[in-house]
């Protein structure tokens, strides 16, 4: 059965499948994808395959998961890229998309 008021971010399913980098196995779980519009080369986003409006909505557990989720990120672009900062930053102030959080890199 199709959800109803599907906002951007719950549509992970028809996200091109080479921008996947990671799905995360559990229902409950995230996603490490490169971002459609690019900053920089190394511009990760995070999110959870199910919906959550905001970083409040998800519970202790879920919370955890997410930090692992991004933790792993940056350390893939330190390890590829060696950057000399990275920066994660969530602002969800765009209508139709769920929490997620950008990863970038600045040299």
């Known amino acids: 059965m199709p959800k109803k008021n599907k906002c951007k971010g719950c549509t992970l399913e028809e996200l091109d499948a080479y921008k996947k980098i990671h799905e995360d196995a559990a229902e409950e779980g995230f996603l490490i994808n490169y971002a459609i519009n690019p900053e920089v080369d190394g511009h990760l986003v995070v999110q959870p395959i199910f919906h959550a409006g905001q970083l409040y909505d998800l519970n202790e ?8 989720m991004i ?6 672009i330190q390890e590829c890229l060696s950057p000399q900062r990275i920066y994660v930053y969530s602002f969800n102030e765009t209508k139709g998309y769920h929490l997620h959080f950008h990863i ?4």
Do not use: T
């Open 61 to 68: 557990r879920q919370a955890e998961r997410l930090m692992k």
């Open 71 to 76: 933790w792993a990120s940056c350390k893939a």
């Open 104 to 107: 970038i890199d600045r040299s």
